[in-house]
């Protein structure tokens, strides 16, 4: 299964919107890497760097949020540590398991799945928000 953006979950913000551009891109590299049977420290940086880029985005992201003072900025802090913990979680289980089976389908599943529905619910409020705040500054 290949983890591809989807134009639908454009927010018409660009920076965002590049943002999860990668996001996807990176999820797909890390899902290759782990069915590829690259080595283990080949996706033990993939994972890292993934959870890396993930801390980098959302800190821009709430930077953001705290820039414009939207409402919602706790709400979404709380879903970011949500992925950070399992990123944590879906790093040991590699590390402790190595590629098998579940961890493919839970990187798949739950990442992939989590993006989405961050990106539909979350991310879309915000960008509402700036939407919004342009509209009334006019």
């Given at each position: 299964m290949t983890i591809s953006w989807d134009p639908t979950l454009e927010l018409g913000v660009p920076d965002l919107d590049r943002g999860h551009k990668e996001f996807f891109?990176?999820?797909?590299?890390?899902?290759?890497?782990?069915?590829?049977?690259?080595?283990?420290d080949e996706v033990g940086r993939t994972?890292?760097?993934?959870?890396s880029y993930a801390a980098t985005h959302f800190a821009a992201e709430e930077a953001l949020?705290?820039?414009v003072e939207f409402p919602g900025l706790a709400?979404?802090?709380s879903e970011h540590a949500g992925f950070a913990r399992d990123m944590a979680a879906?790093?040991?289980?590699?590390q402790r398991d190595g590629a098998s089976p579940s961890l493919i389908l839970r990187v798949n599943v739950q990442?992939?799945?989590?993006?989405?529905?961050?990106?539909?619910r979350t991310d879309r409020e915000?960008?509402?928000?700036?939407?919004?705040?342009?509209?009334?500054a006019r």
């Open positions: 891109a990176r999820v797909d590299n890390l899902v290759h890497a782990i069915r590829g049977g690259f080595s283990r994972l890292a760097f993934l959870g949020m705290r820039a709400k979404h802090q879906l790093k040991a289980e590699y990442l992939s799945g989590w993006l989405r529905e961050h990106i539909c915000l960008a509402a928000f700036l939407r919004e705040g342009q509209n009334s």
